[in-house]
Structure formats: C-alpha cells, structure tokens
C-alpha cells in the first residue's frame, strides 16, 4: 500500500551502508504518496565520538553484559559479551554491531526524497548526539 509517512527511529539508518541505504530510500519512495513525509533520526559526529564510543558493562543477577565501541574512519564498531547463567557457571555469548556515520547532508544528495526540514536533538550531551530528519516525496 501507500502511506502518508513512514518513521524510522533510533538509528535505523546508521546501521545501513551506503549500498542499502540508497535501496532502502527507493523503498520508502515507492510507498510513500506524493507529498508523503518520511521522518528518521541519525546519530551525528558528536554522537559517536564524544557519547556512543566507549566501554559500558550492565548486570543483573542473571546476566552480565559488556559493550565496547570503537569509533574510527566514520564506522562504530561495537563488539558485545553477554555473561549469562546457566547453574552455578556462566555462558558467554558475543557479538559485534556496526554503525554509519553520515552527516545530515548526505540524504539531501541521495536525491531520491526532497529534504524537508532537520532538527538538532540533545539527549545525552552538551551537543547535539542526534539529528531529526523530515523528507518528502
């Protein structure tokens, strides 16, 4: 079917490459109505160097989990060990996570949506981590 917007929240597009992300953004076009809005948030430079990379640990009793993220050439790369309980010893469990950086200019030369409006988001510091994007069709 045909919408009047599609969303795409919480750094669904940073973790698309360049290749998808341009077949992504033909998707949303063809389901989009004319005039149709697509909104979606970004991570900026801001957010992956200065918020997003680093080590972070969380636990509970059950499970325990290490996240260490790498920010280099506009990539986050973020390798995950999840601890969890299986009797009296632990699992382990790993993974890895990559990211984009792109810089809110680069869907304006996609060229497939017509950029529309963009807002600076602060939510974890004194600059903005994200940035919210409004296309059209």
């Known amino acids: 079917g045909k919408f009047d917007a599609c969303v795409a929240i919480f750094d669904v597009l940073n973790y698309m490459d360049k ?15 004319d005039g149709g809005n697509f909104l979606f948030d970004i991570n900026t430079f801001y957010g992956f160097d200065e918020i997003a990379q680093g080590t972070l640990s969380v636990e509970d009793d059950k499970h325990f989990v290490v996240l260490n993220s790498i920010f280099q050439n506009n990539i986050m790369n973020t390798k995950i060990d999840l601890f969890y309980k299986n009797g009296d010893l632990y699992k382990r469990d790993i993974g890895n996570i990559i990211q984009y950086f792109y810089c809110d200019d680069y869907f304006d030369k996609i060229g497939v949506l017509k950029p529309f409006r963009k807002l600076p988001i602060n939510l974890y510091g004194e600059e903005a981590d994200k940035t919210l994007i409004i296309m059209k069709n």
């Open 19 to 33: 290749e998808y992300l341009e077949k992504f953004f033909y998707c949303v076009k063809n389901v989009l109505n």
